[in-house]
């Protein structure tokens, strides 16, 4: 298998190298045999670049790979100036044109996190926080590599989330595709076929004959029809006020509601956890974690909480009048607030309400794929069924 990396070494600086290996770990120990630091290593020989060689590039800053080389960087020793010259011109544009402001902004005498500020597109607030606490505290490498593991829990149960309704979807798609497949196809021909039967067969068999002889008259008109309403139901899903109304009917059904909740809980306090481990006050951090609740209602609650938490109260008390934590949450709180490790607990918490998730998502993955199935199969069966009445009706008759 073929491989692309971007290592380090410190005669060579930065290098993109291509090599053959098993598995990106055989590429790991060649590239350490050889005396290189490996960044990044990603397999070059997936069908996808090859025919299409735009897909694989990122539109948007890779923040997530521009940390972890970074870190790699700073933890072989390196100065942040010269860890900032060695990613220079090694990497695809626009990521190089980000570094050399970075770059050019270091050699003038400016901070790190200060020339980061100015590109909010490319380092979010939470980023930036976190490399202006580790300028206070010398230990860059550190700071980075907590974060780098914050992004990597957050997106590993994202891509958990996502890869439990790919099966779904597939099946939903897959199904519709027959469906009208067979409606749109295949009825038609049967109509014609079946045409003068009359009025002998069942009422449902009658109406899908009607509706394959209206289908085969008709059929430019349906399809140019089809596909306008196909681009209308995309049109109005990008709408900003269909998401919203969509996201606000989710969070109003009963189940879905609470692991909706369960959700922002768990990135709120995973944030909140990384932060304060940085050294960011606690009211502070907890105003930099209002935009990762999404909900209306819960962003209100953490304004209310901050409030309280400015004036005195605990934050075990100020979470649990504002509903920003569960029962369990609440008493994993108060230890941390007894104990002064509240940074620690949180993160703990975090974790807790990630399995809370993925236990869910794991039993409503067993539940609606059997219900999905059943149910394309039961609207398929029943159309070849009312198909082949008329067979069975001619059958009859010549009996």
Known sequence: MKFRAKVYRRDAGVAIIDLDAADIGHAQRELRIQGYRPLQIDASDNIAARLWPGVSRRRAFPLLIFSQELAALTEAGLSLIEAIDALHGRSAEPTNQTIARLRTSLREGRSLSGAMA???????????????????????????????????????LRDKLIAAAVYPALLLAVGGVVVIFLLGYVVPRFALVFEGLGDNLPYLSRLLIGWGQFAANHMPGLAAGFALLLAAGGYTLMRSETRSWLNEFAWKLPLVGERLRIYQLAR?????????????????????????LRQPLLQSALEEATRAIREGQSITDAFARHGLATDVGLKMLAVGERSGNLAPMLDKLASFYDLENQRFVAWSSRLIEPLFMAGIGLVVGVIVLLMYFPIFELAGNLQ
């Open 268 to 292: 709120f306090t995973r944030t909140l956890a990384m932060l304060l481990s940085g050294g960011i006050p606690l009211v502070t951090a907890l105003g930099m974690v209002r935009e990762l």
């Open 118 to 156: 100015d590109m909010p597109e490319q380092f979010p607030e939470l980023f930036v926080a976190t490399i202006r606490s580790s300028e206070e505290t010398g230990d860059l490498a550190r700071a980075l590599r907590r974060y780098i593991d914050y992004r990597l829990q957050l997106d590993e």
